[in-house]
């Protein structure tokens, strides 16, 4: 059995009201100790002096990179950091300028990740943008909604269940069947924006639950079926009824990946085929089963989707400051424009962008205890959303954070640049 199948969490990660900030306790010093004086992973030369994509996994609290072969695959158990560097724009004739990189830091969790890599995984970003001399944009990223900014990232994103084996995870091997089945659903990802302001849809795999209850009729399915001896293998293509040709030419491209080693048959049905009733019925659906519309909710919500469950709802912006001696949190705006005439450098400000994004604004002047608490205080906010304000889906807002001096053009589009 591969690592990364059959595992059992044993103190699995809530995302909806568990925190990630953990500096202080004791999984901190542990991570303390298991990274030593330095972090390998950031030391290699390359690291804050090259633009690109690196992509990191949380194995056993150590940072451990992903090959780059397998950057857009990531395991629903695991936790992971991804790094994105960019060179500057300049229109100067300064060297020095022409040099200068631009940092997204995105902490993903899985969404049956462990509380050990969720919170090794913050501490690590934290300690990367340190690294970057606290120049990177940090974006705590949740599978069941990335932003689009990371969906931006990988033109080939895939979610398989597993996840490597944790010290602090216990491993049990799954029962063998005779049969085993493996169902990924294809489906297109609605972007409102990305990164470069296109726009464009992002299709995404992700494995779901091996039931005919999985299958919607608006994308493509692939259901690989393994009798368990030679010959008996074989790759089924159902195509929903409604789905789109983006979603078709994917599914083919996944095909042909995973029947490139080796010799497999594969058949390609419509929802509209009397022959698709085989998928349904291996899949554990009976004679009545799997007639007519079959929706099925996606295991990945994006911004599009949850626009219309935001309509209406304004901007709100919030300080963090102890110039009073004590750490006070409170409304600054609560509905129109939030400019940068709002923002004092002195303090921290959270900054709800409708809905859309929880910004986190850190002013150059601002304590270290206003800094240190940027995480919790975010964290707390999406909980009091979560729980006092009855949004069930408040846990699923993208949350980032930025520096003054160093802002992100997103964060930038989020106000009014006076």
């Known amino acids: 059995m591969a690592p990364n199948a059959g595992l059992v969490h044993l103190k699995e990660y809530d995302i909806k009201d568990s925190n990630v900030e953990l500096i202080g306790s004791d999984l901190d010093h542990k991570v303390k100790h298991a990274s030593a004086e330095t972090e390998p992973a950031w030391n290699d030369g390359v690291i804050g002096v090259a633009s690109g994509l690196f992509v990191w996994r949380i194995e056993d609290f150590a940072v451990v990179p992903v090959p780059k072969g397998s950057y857009g695959q990531f395991y629903d158990g695991d936790s992971y950091i991804v790094l994105h560097s960019q060179q500057i724009k300049s229109s100067s004739g300064n060297q020095e300028d022409k040099n200068k990189l631009t940092h997204d ?40 909604c990335p932003s689009p900014a990371f969906l931006a990232l990988f033109p080939r994103l895939t979610f398989r269940r597993g996840g490597i084996a944790s010290g602090f995870r216990h491993v ?55 009798g368990g001896s030679v010959g008996d293998k074989k790759i089924w293509v159902w195509q929903g009824a409604k789905c789109s040709p983006m979603e078709k030419a994917k599914a083919a491209q996944v095909v042909h990946d995973m029947t490139l080693a080796k010799h497999v048959d594969v058949e390609v049905v419509s929802q ?3 022959r698709s009733r085989v998928v349904v019925k291996m899949l554990g659906g009976g004679e009545e089963d799997g007639f007519g519309a079959l929706k099925a909710p996606r295991p990945v919500v994006g911004a599009a989707e949850r626009k219309g469950s935001l309509a209406g709802k304004g901007k709100k912006l919030f300080r963090l400051s102890d110039a009073s001696g004590q750490l006070e949190f409170g409304l600054v705006k609560d509905g129109g424009v939030v400019s940068r005439a709002d923002l004092d450098g002195n303090d921290v400000f959270v900054l709800d962008d409708a809905g859309k994004t929880i910004w986190v604004w850190e002013g150059q002047g601002a304590s270290r205890a206003e800094k240190a608490m940027w995480l919790k205080v975010a964290q707390a906010y999406v909980r009091k959303l979560q729980n006092d304000d009855g949004d069930g889906e408040a846990y699923l807002t993208p949350v980032a954070k930025v520096r003054e001096g160093s802002e992100s053009a997103e964060f930038l589009r989020a106000i009014e640049v006076a």
């Open 172 to 226: 049990e091997r799954e029962e063998k069947t005779d049969t085993t089945l493996l169902l990924l659903r294809v489906f297109r990802q609605q972007s409102s924006s990305n990164r470069s302001g296109s726009g464009a849809d992002s299709v995404i795999v992700c494995e779901v639950e091996p039931t005919w209850r999985s299958l919607d009729e608006g994308d493509v399915f692939i259901l690989e079926r393994d």
């Open 105 to 144: 830091i995105h902490f993903l969790l899985g969404a049956h990740t462990s509380q050990d890599e969720a919170g090794t995984a913050a501490y690590k970003t934290v300690e990367l943008d340190s690294f970057l001399h606290g120049a990177a944009t940090q974006h705590r990223e949740l599978q069941a």
């Open 272 to 274: 509209s085929e009397a």
